[in-house]
């Protein structure tokens, strides 16, 4: 079963930087949105940013103007540029796939914002 793999994340400082990035393990067809997620320990899942495949792009209100989300669409891949990353950006982070037939879910990878 194909799944979609995060790497990137890590500890950085207060007003640091990291980039995401996520691919599938096989190849995935119909892919139509691809997307970022965060849980915080305590705190539901929420969407972070999102990508269509038609290129518009959508963010939660608390990261506009720090992350960008992109893609490289030929290989199904997903980025998300985080900066000025705040405490409160730490977070479990999930990259998602709106797929025909459903979604696929990565294991997520870890961002703690710390000093």
């Known amino acids: 079963q194909v799944q979609l793999v995060e790497s990137g994340g890590g500890l950085v400082q207060p007003g640091g930087s990291l980039n995401l990035s996520c691919g599938a393990s096989?190849?995935?067809?119909?892919?139509?949105?691809m997307a970022w997620y965060r849980q915080a320990p305590g705190k539901q899942r929420e969407l972070v940013a999102l990508?269509?495949?038609?290129?518009?792009?959508n963010y939660t209100d608390s990261v506009k103007g720090r992350f960008t989300i992109s893609r490289e669409y030929a290989k199904n891949m997903v980025f998300l540029q985080m900066n000025s990353l705040k405490a409160e950006d730490t977070a479990v982070y999930y990259c998602?796939?709106?797929?025909?037939?459903?979604?696929?879910w990565g294991q997520g990878t870890q961002v703690t914002v710390s000093s």
């Open positions: 990508s269509t495949s038609d290129g518009r792009t």
């Open positions: 096989g190849r995935i067809f119909n892919v139509y949105v």
């Open positions: 998602n796939a709106v797929v025909l037939g459903g979604q696929l």
